[in-house]
């Protein structure tokens, strides 16, 4: 029974670029949310998708967007890169949206920006 | 927001010394979860825990909703015990749940 798997592990980018972040959930969960946590720091809640539409959105720009796909899986975008947006990005899945399950993690993307 | 402060912020202990993690938490919850996450940056969810007590071998974990605040147990503690633990929480709301709001964790080193 696979976990959750999230792709690339590492990544470099220049500020201004853009980049895509892929996250697979765990098999039976249909809903995905994405986490940054800066170094020293727990976790902070990005969004949550669930039936391919954004349901909750946490303190972050417009330039943090996301995607649900038919099959569960989804992507977080970071356009216009800042120095700031240097951080481990997490996503995580769930069975229910009404958090009535327990989060499960995947090991995360280390995105560096330079 | 809510508020989530976990205590304290750092442990050292000998192997197979038990321990206490405290969580305390400013406004009722629909739910709280403690996780791990190893030195390798991997997190993983440890319990699922509103109200009540649960176990889970050496450790186990209490939640008083009433008080607002949850306790980790980690008893015999090993190497692999080290780590950042962190409670978690998602307040009632009337949309989706888990958008959870982390504590600061507790980072917990086990000498051998």
Sequence with gaps: DAGVTQSPTHLIKTRGQQVTLRCSPKSGHDTVSWYQQALGQGPQFIFQYYEEEERQRGNFPDRFSGHQFPNYSSELNVNALLLGDSALYLCASSKYPGGNSPLHFGNGTRLTVT | ?112
């Design chain 2, 1 to 112: 927001g809510i508020q989530v402060e976990q205590s304290p912020p750092d442990l050292i202990l000998q192997e197979g010394a038990n321990s206490t993690l405290r969580c305390n938490f400013s406004d009722s919850v629909n739910n709280l979860q403690w996780f791990h996450q190893n030195p390798w940056g991997q997190l993983i969810n440890l319990f699922y825990i509103p109200s009540g007590t649960k176990q889970n071998g050496r450790l186990s974990a209490t939640t008083v909703a009433t008080e607002r605040y949850s306790l980790l147990y980690i008893s015999s503690s090993q190497t692999t015990d080290s780590g950042v633990y962190f409670c978690a929480v998602d307040p009632p709301r009337e949309a989706a749940g888990n958008k959870l709001t982390f504590g600061g964790g507790t980072r917990v080193l086990v000498k051998p």
